[in-house]
T-cell receptor
C-alpha cells in the first residue's frame, strides 16, 4: 500500500459544479498536511494548508480526518481556471515529506 | 521578488555524461529540497538541506547522485554517470522554516538522457 494515495482521475466536471476529492495516508503519526496545485508542465504551488479544524479559502475548503486518515479538498462553483492536477502532501517528520501522485481535474465550459 | 531559480531549464545529454543541475533558493529561506518528478513515480523527495546541512538524503536513488549546498544561496545536484532512466523533471524548492511550512518551487529542469 502506498503511504499517500490519491484517485488519479481525471475528474471532468462542468463549470459551476462542486467537486471534491480525498487523499488517504497510512502513517497515523503524520503531522502536517497540504494541498498543492500543479498546472501542466509547471511547478507545484501551494493551494492551502490543512488544519485539524478544517479551513476555507474562498471557494476552496480543506478538511482533515485523523480517525480515518484522510484529507479532503472541496471546490465550489468551479471555474475553467481550476483545471489542474491537485497534489496532497503529508509530512511525517521534519524530513519525511510524501507527495501524492495527484488528481487531475478538468473543468469543461 | 525573485523566486527559486533553477538552471538549466532543459538539458539533453548522452548516457554516461555528467549532469549538474543548479538552484538558487529564495533569500532568507533556510531549507532547500531537491525533487524528481516522473509519470511513473510522481514527485519524490531526493534530499533536504537545512541551514546548508543535508538532513535527509534517503531519497537519493544511488551513488551516482550527489548534492551539495556550499552556501545559503546555492545548491547543486549532480548525476555522474547519467543513465536514460534518470530522465525526469528535477525541481528545487525552498521554505522559510523547515519542511512543515510552504515550499516554493523553482520552474524545474527537464532532463533527457539519451
Amino acid at each position: 500500500r502506498k503511504e499517500v494515495e490519491q484517485d488519479p482521475g481525471p475528474f471532468n466536471v462542468p463549470e459551476g459544479a462542486t467537486v471534491a476529492f480525498n487523499c488517504t495516508y497510512s502513517n497515523s503519526a503524520s503531522q502536517s498536511f497540504f494541498w498543492y496545485r500543479q498546472d501542466c508542465r509547471k511547478e507545484p504551488k501551494l493551494l492551502m494548508s490543512v488544519y485539524s479544524s478544517g479551513n476555507e479559502d474562498g471557494r476552496f475548503t480543506a478538511q482533515l480526518n485523523r480517525a480515518s486518515q484522510y484529507i479532503s479538498l472541496l471546490i465550489r462553483d468551479s471555474k475553467l481556471s481550476d483545471s489542474a492536477t491537485y497534489l496532497c502532501v503529508v509530512i511525517h517528520s521534519a524530513s519525511k515529506i510524501i507527495f501524492g501522485s495527484g488528481t487531475r481535474l478538468s473543468i469543461r465550459p | 521578488d525573485a523566486g527559486v531559480i533553477q538552471s538549466p531549464r532543459h538539458e539533453v545529454t548522452e548516457m554516461g555524461q555528467e549532469v549538474t543541475l543548479r538552484c538558487k533558493p529564495i533569500s532568507g529561506h533556510n531549507s532547500l529540497f531537491w525533487y524528481r518528478q516522473t509519470m511513473m513515480r510522481g514527485l519524490e523527495l531526493l534530499i533536504y538541506f537545512n541551514n546548508n546541512v543535508p538532513i535527509d538524503d534517503s531519497g537519493m536513488p544511488e551513488d551516482r547522485f550527489s548534492a551539495k549546498m556550499p552556501n545559503a544561496s546555492f545548491s547543486t545536484l549532480k548525476i555522474q554517470p547519467s543513465e536514460p532512466r534518470d530522465s525526469a523533471v528535477y525541481f528545487c524548492a525552498s521554505s522559510p522554516q523547515g519542511a512543515n511550512t510552504e515550499a516554493f518551487f523553482g520552474q524545474g529542469t527537464r532532463l533527457t538522457v539519451v
